[in-house]
């Protein structure tokens, strides 16, 4: 007969159920990753010609049988993550004693899901930037709270500098997801190439908007150079942060969780750095994308 403490199996099961939820959001973002690049125009051959091409038009790429696949995976995995965000709702609600931090995030990830599950009615197959925002910003949030919450607490911060670190990233995340929405890839090529274009474009910050639809034009070349711009900008901003709250889980003897970060952080300045001269291969911008979402996450979880 088990001695085990009703108390402390409820609190196994949430972590069992918010570890799965972790595996179903890590396929979400790939998923979710892959159709939006496809859609936008990566991965297309020959390459730049046919991105160039889409960009023009105004286009997609075609539908394959890869996409039609990848549509179907993300109907199913969604609705799994229904399932088990609703049983983490009533893992820690149905019975008494609440558990009232785990209750909190369970409720806050039921939000997003029947949020993300409305925005994909409303808005299906649009790659607006709205919509694409939404999507990537709901779905990598979700990640990064179930981890949270398949983790015990910390005591405290890693370091004072924690969320205004995660704030950057979600900043750089974003504008990430905008240049990918708004066909921006080829905008400009390294900083220097970047500021040299975007003195000589000019053009409003209001471009900016990811509301505002722009024509083809000068315009448009504008916004994507300034979202490059920014983008490039933002990441030079983000290294010393991310190593100095490193360092501050270092100091904690939170030795996993610091070199977990550093190797993410190493990953991504490779992965990011060798997008242009490799040509923006399809499988290393899902790379970038996915070690971005695995470095939010692992950034609550210091905060």
């Known amino acids: 007969m088990s001695t085990e403490d009703p108390l402390a199996r409820r609190l196994r099961l949430v972590r069992m159920l918010a570890w799965a939820l972790v595996a179903l959001m890590l396929a979400t973002v790939l998923l979710s990753a892959y159709m939006r690049l496809w859609q936008s125009g990566l991965g297309c051959e020959p390459w730049p010609d046919c991105y160039e091409q889409a960009l023009r038009g105004g286009g997609e790429a075609a539908a394959g049988a890869g996409l039609a696949l990848a549509r179907l995976l993300h109907r199913a995995v969604a609705s799994l993550v229904l399932v088990v965000a609703l049983l983490l709702a009533l893992a820690t609600l149905g019975v008494r004693p609440r558990l009232r931090r785990e209750a909190g995030l369970a409720l806050v990830l039921l939000a997003l899901t029947l949020g993300l599950a409305a925005l994909g009615v409303v808005a299906r197959g649009s790659t607006r930037p709205p919509v694409v925002l939404g999507n990537l910003l709901g779905g990598f ?42 066909h921006s890839t080829l905008a400009c090529e390294g900083l220097g190439d970047c500021m040299q274009r975007a003195q000589a474009l ?22 994507g150079v300034r979202l490059q711009l920014l983008h490039r900008l933002l990441a030079l901003l983000l290294v010393p942060v991310l190593l100095l709250v490193a360092l501050g889980a270092l100091r904690q003897r939170r030795r996993v969780a610091a070199g977990a970060l550093g190797a993410l952080l190493l990953l991504q300045l490779l992965v990011g750095g060798l997008l242009a001269p490799a040509g923006w291969p399809l499988a290393q911008v899902l790379a970038h994308n996915l070690t971005a979402a695995l470095m939010l996450a692992l950034l609550l979880r210091l905060s």
């Open 141 to 182: 949030l979700m990640l990064a709270l179930a981890l949270r919450l398949a983790m015990p607490a910390a005591a405290r911060a890693a370091t004072r500098l924690a969320w205004p670190a995660l704030a950057l990233l979600l900043l750089q995340i974003a504008l990430g997801a905008m240049v990918s929405a708004t």
């Open 202 to 223: 000019g053009g409003e910050w209001s471009l900016l908007d990811p509301w505002r639809s722009l024509a083809p034009g000068t315009d448009a070349a504008a916004r």
